[in-house]
């Protein structure tokens, strides 16, 4: 596995892995229609794209034997001086192969080396996955608030890792 910084030629795999990941995960989270929505919504090719191009963002994908099998999203608030992962998703067959901690990682990396003073990350409450995922890798639950999805309001918790706690 190796993980790179996303091109333009990515962006479909991204968005594939965007929905495999949501429909493997959300259906018992999400109606069916907040989940298709949702998925139009946040990974349009002009969102990816936008994302992939922004100098404050950071889109990387991790691939096997050349073919993108997860990905992170995130950006850094200079205003905060932090950085936010927006989404982290992973092909569901590539789960538990550390991807989504090798993408974790790394994009920590780089938005603590660009002067972030902490990492916030974002992940809808009743994903137990996701909530773990974050919790095992030394992120503290700093909140929740509420978020659209689709027309519908979900609770989405917010985590935060400083540097000295990595």
Do not use: C, K
Not at 1 to 22: G, K, P, Y
Not at 99 to 123: I, K, S
Not at 128 to 137: K, M, R, S, T, V
Not at 154 to 159: D, I, L, W
């Amino acid at each position: 596995m190796r993980v790179d910084t996303a091109t333009r030629d990515d962006v479909e795999a991204i968005r594939d892995v965007a929905r495999a990941s949501w429909e493997h995960d959300y259906p018992d989270i999400l109606s069916s229609e907040s989940l298709q929505a949702g998925v139009d919504e946040w990974y349009s090719t002009d969102s990816i794209r936008d994302s992939v191009d922004w100098p404050r963002a950071s889109v990387l994908v991790a691939r096997v034997d050349g073919t993108v099998v997860g990905f992170v999203h995130a950006v850094f608030d200079t205003d905060r001086d932090e950085g936010n992962v927006l989404r982290l998703y992973v092909e569901p067959e590539y789960r538990d192969a550390g991807v989504g901690r090798a993408l974790l990682e790394a994009v920590r990396d780089e938005l603590f080396d660009r002067g972030a003073e902490r990492l916030r990350a974002m992940v809808l409450a009743a994903n137990d996955p996701g909530n773990a995922f974050y919790e095992h890798l030394g992120f503290e639950l700093d909140g929740e608030s509420e978020v659209g999805v689709g027309g519908e309001t979900y609770t989405e918790h917010t985590y935060v890792l400083e540097p000295d706690t990595e």
